[in-house]
């Protein structure tokens, strides 16, 4: 059983930054994709977690939703288990509570594929 747990979320200014982490335990994630998801408030059912960006096992394949391109920078290291989301330029829609989640093969942005998930952590930015 894999426990997902994130931190660094917060409030923050447009424009300004956050690193969101994601550490696991109970097994090793150097074998799985690697994705963050986002819920953000008001969205409609069905489309309740949203793509933000995912990583391969390795860290050869990255994907990022187009929003967050150029923003945002998702790494992991394995050796300690962990998974990062760098969030520069934050902007008022990226308002949202931000899950890591994990699967075995490779990244797809379907959040039904993941395996496990965390608990999630808010991200407000103010306008």
């Known amino acids: 059983q894999v426990q997902l747990v994130e931190s660094g979320g917060g409030l923050v200014q447009a424009g300004g930054s956050l690193r969101l982490s994601c550490a696991a335990s109970?097994?090793?994630?150097?074998?799985?994709?690697m994705a963050w998801f986002r819920q953000a408030p008001g969205q409609a059912p069905g489309k309740e977690y949203e793509f933000v960006a995912g990583m391969s096992w390795n860290g050869d394949y990255l994907d990022y939703r187009d929003s967050v391109k150029g923003r945002f920078t998702i790494s992991r290291d394995n050796a300690k288990n962990t998974l990062n989301l760098q969030m520069n330029s934050l902007k008022a829609e990226d308002t949202a509570v931000y899950y890591c989640a994990g699967k075995r093969g490779v990244v797809r942005r379907a959040p039904i594929l993941y395996d496990y998930w965390g608990q999630g952590t808010q991200v407000t930015v103010s306008s």
């Open positions: 109970g097994r090793s994630l150097s074998s799985s994709a």
